[in-house]
């Protein structure tokens, strides 16, 4: 009884403190949020900055020898460009079926909700589940097959498992949505007058829409462009599920250092590669004006 | 006329047709694969052809039978159903310093707290195990547990912080003024009116949880196998039929998820932030 009693007044103590002392309230809204995230997300990114300095498993001299490596030779320069070839196509299709999109939900369609609703549920399924319904598709005798075959274009079934094109649909079917939903919230807050106001005067669509509607959206434009290519640069679940070692990326190239290779400083050089790349591409996004989008500030 | 006009004229007329086409041909598409999963998981010859010829149940019970898939499962039921309430409480007591206070390094805050979505996962994954490593935390629920956490709290932060920051204060003043102290006006004015926006953010982060794999595969040891690591193993080893299974169950559990989460707060509020 009287544990609890003191238990209680201790609470009670502790709570009028941090009441009536700012800071100390302050520091107990601020001070869990932010050391959960430095201790457990920054240092860890630190850990593996000074990882990738080592020549060896720590305690090691340092060296750069692991950039070198990777800026030297041909084979992780290839892995870089096809990884970049493959952000920059995914990023292509999806921003223009994305936009597509967007425009008919914003303009043509009066059933927003379930289309919105209908594009964002398989968004909200498991990723590897999406893999694996692609693979159901694309593999040796799939829908994919049976359909070429049904339709005359295919003598005998092929799949397409394990090709670039396999790698390029997987990651435009699974970051489509990422878009489409920027691209709608720009074209949902133009104002539509603009739109009327070109129209009065001579423009017809085309010109409206390379004049007025581009121009407009373009934050929301840059915000799905990044929303895309950042998760894309860095994937490793989509190529290595449906590519193999036929089409490696960089980020399969990152965990191979670590599960098969131990070159854990390698591997960590890769990294910092990796996150170099990426939040030079967010950087540049912001810096074209798409912060807002893109998270920080209220609706 | 020149051609340039005539498909001006062209895209005045049927614009509206084909952009409707495009977006039914599009949402086709993408709910395709969906379709042949569930399909094939009725599938009495197993993976291998489509379409099936005959149908069956037999896959639905032979999961239900697999204790290694139920393991996993509960696995991780465990892991988000810890996770979850302590992002939300992350994410809300950040959301109030946020709403509520002038400090410096307040952009700075809002930052830390969105950074984890742009780092590459397989970055994140590799460099938290090199951590726990160094540390001397050895890999299991705990690894795991701190790794969803990790992943989750940019979502759900960013659902709640705008959820506190359009709660309008003046309510909380009228409470005091009618006498209530600090706590009852918490529990009867202000936590009623954040509730949607909360338990939406808390349903976001449960999904994201209960649906991680990346940082999970590398933070995990192997006693614990979440059901994404369980699913990620049999794709890559022998593919059967209960994948198919379970990738519905995942289906049905995203759509019950998202249908509680769009009736708590907008669909606007859910697409744009999540």
């Known amino acids: 009884m009287s544990v609890t009693n003191r238990g209680r007044e201790f609470l009670k103590t502790g709570a009028a403190y941090v009441r009536e002392h700012r800071r100390a309230r302050l520091g107990l809204f601020v001070g869990i949020p932010a050391s959960v995230l430095v201790v457990f997300f920054i240092f860890p990114l630190v850990t593996m900055a000074w990882m990738s300095f080592l020549s ?78 692609l693979i159901n598709i694309f593999q040796f005798g799939g829908a994919l097959d049976t359909v070429l075959m049904a339709a005359g274009l295919a003598a005998e079934p092929s799949g397409i498992m394990y090709t670039h094109m396999a790698v390029l649909l997987g990651l435009t079917y699974v970051w489509l949505p990422l878009a489409t939903f920027p691209f709608y919230a720009s074209l949902t807050n133009l104002d539509t007058d603009l739109i009327d106001a070109s129209k009065d005067l001579g423009a017809g669509p085309i010109k409206t829409f390379v004049r007025v509607t581009l121009p407009m959206t373009k934050n929301g434009l840059i915000a799905g462009i990044v929303l895309v290519s950042v998760p894309a640069f860095g994937s490793f679940v989509t190529p290595a599920l449906l590519g193999g070692t036929n089409v490696l990326m960089v980020g399969m190239v990152i965990e191979e250092q670590f599960a098969a290779a131990f070159n854990w400083p390698f591997g960590s050089a890769l990294g910092m590669v990796v996150t170099a790349i990426v939040v030079l591409i967010v ?17 | 006329m020149s051609a340039f006009d ?3 004229t062209a895209i005045h007329r049927h614009g509206k047709t084909v952009g409707l086409a495009l977006m039914v041909t599009i949402l086709t598409l993408i709910w395709i694969p969906i379709g ?16 099936p010829e005959t149908y069956t149940l037999d896959w639905y019970v032979s999961v239900l039978q697999n204790d290694t ?7 991780s039921l465990k892991v988000s159903l810890v996770a979850t309430p302590i992002t939300v409480f992350i994410s809300l007591i950040a959301a109030f310093g946020i709403a509520r206070y002038d400090f410096k390094g307040k952009d700075g805050l809002q930052m830390l707290l969105t950074l984890p979505i742009i780092v590459p996962l397989v970055v994140t994954g590799v460099a938290m195990t090199l951590f726990f490593g160094r540390i001397g935390l050895s890999s299991g629920f705990s690894t795991v547990l701190i790794a969803h956490v990790v992943r ?3 979502f759900a932060a960013l659902i709640i912080i705008p959820t506190v920051l359009s709660f309008d204060r003046t309510l909380e003043e009228a409470s005091k003024d009618l006498g209530a102290d600090e706590l009852r006006t918490f529990r009867r004015v202000t936590l009623p009116n954040i509730l949607p926006g909360v338990i939406a953010g808390g349903l976001l982060a449960f999904t994201i949880s209960f649906n991680e794999f990346v940082y999970t595969y590398f933070v995990r040891d192997t006693a614990t196998q979440t059901l994404p690591v369980y699913m990620w193993g049999l794709i890559r080893d022998s593919i059967t039929p209960e994948v198919n299974v379970i990738s519905v169950l995942f289906l049905l559990l995203a759509a019950g998820v998202l249908l509680i989460a769009v009736s708590l707060t907008s669909l606007k509020r859910l697409i744009l932030r999540g």
Do not use: C
């Not at chain 1, 498993?57 to 084979?75: N, Q, S, V």
């Not at chain 1, 810096?287 to 807002?292: R, S």
């Open chain 1, 56 to 133: 060896d498993m720590p305690p090691a001299p340092l060296t750069l020898e692991h950039y070198l490596r990777i800026f030297t030779g041909d084979t992780y320069l290839t892995v870089l460009w096809r990884t970049t070839v493959l952000t920059v196509q995914t990023t292509v299709i999806v921003v223009v079926l994305g936009y597509i999109l967007a425009y008919s939900i914003a303009r043509f369609t009066k059933r927003t909700t379930i289309v919105l609703l209908l594009i964002i549920l398989p968004f909200w399924t498991n990723y590897i589940v999406r893999m694996y319904a």
């Open chain 1, 283 to 299: 950087g540049l996004g912001f810096w074209l004006g798409a912060g807002g989008q893109l998270g920080g500030d209220a609706e």
């Open chain 2, 6 to 8: 005539r498909l001006e």
């Open chain 2, 36 to 51: 042949v999963v569930t399909l094939m998981s009725f599938a009495s010859e197993g993976v291998l052809s489509f379409p």
């Open chain 2, 69 to 75: 898939a139920i393991d996993a499962t509960l696995t």
């Open chain 2, 152 to 154: 989750t709290v940019p």
